[in-house]
T-cell receptor
Framework: QKEVEQDPGPLSVPEGAIVSLNCTYS??????FMWYRQYSRKGPELLMY????GNKEDGRFTAQVDKSSKYISLFIRDSQPSDSATYLC???????????FGTGTSLTVIP | DTAVSQTPKYLVTQMGNDKSIKCEQN?????MYWYKQDSKKFLKIMFS???????INETVPNRFSPKSPDKAHLNLHINSLELGDSAVYFC????????????FGSGTQLSVL
């Protein structure tokens, strides 16, 4: 079993829709949770960063962490065509510089 | 200014050749990494260096050899390239510590013919 599971999609939504992206994980030692956005032919860029359980909001983006269920989500409100990208979740523990990635979800927002 | 920069962006070469990819970061970070991303977008850690010292060395063929001349640079040399080495290679960096964020370069698309 992989440490981090993520549905690869592809996911296609109309402009303005609410998008929900999810990851599950098996290692209860994960404390830090990240979402990266990767445009085609570009490097992943850090979108959201959260510690432990709870919610974090930044503009149209909300990250949620439910450690009891080992489940994290990224919500995108009022999705735009410019949100079309691959979204990768990543996690780390508090014991060193080791990051564990999901396989990424490909999102297309249709104008 | 690009925070993590790597060159070249594209690398097309024949099987059996030796090639290098260079990476530099100007973020003042202590730790640098090489990741390999396959065609399905999965990011796999290859190596991690902290202050020029190798700290993570995943199961990677020994044809791959990282070199860190200083903490701002981490190069990747690949000997005897094989078809299966074709992928996108990303350099990344972070501060030392367990709560730090990872920053990526723009990637090197390696195609082995």
């Amino acid at each position: 079993q992989k440490e981090v599971e993520q549905d690869p999609g592809p996911l296609s939504v109309p402009e303005g829709a609410i998008v929900s992206l999810n990851c599950t994980y098996s290692n209860s030692a994960f404390q830090y949770f990240m979402w990266y956005r990767q445009y085609s032919r570009k490097g992943p860029e850090l979108l959201m960063y959260t510690y432990s359980s709870g919610n974090k909001e930044d503009g149209r983006f909300t990250a949620q962490v439910d450690k009891s269920s080992k489940y994290i989500s990224l919500f995108i409100r009022d999705s735009q065509p410019s949100d079309s990208a691959t979204y990768l979740c990543a996690m780390s523990t508090n014991t060193g510089n080791q990051f564990y990635f999901g396989t990424g979800t490909s999102l297309t927002v249709i104008p | 200014d690009t925070a993590v920069s790597q060159t070249p962006k594209y690398l097309v070469t024949q099987m059996g050749n030796d090639k290098s990819i260079k990476c530099e970061q100007n973020l003042g970070h202590d730790t640098m990494y090489w990741y390999k991303q396959d065609s399905k977008k999965f990011l796999k850690i290859m190596f991690s260096y902290n202050n020029k010292e190798l700290i993570i060395n995943e199961t990677v063929p020994n044809r791959f050899s990282p070199k860190s001349p200083d903490k701002a640079h981490l190069n990747l040399h690949i000997n005897s390239l094989e078809l299966g080495d074709s992928a996108v290679y990303f350099c990344a960096s972070s501060r030392q510590g367990w709560s730090e964020k990872l920053f990526f370069g723009s990637g090197t698309q390696l195609s082995v013919l």
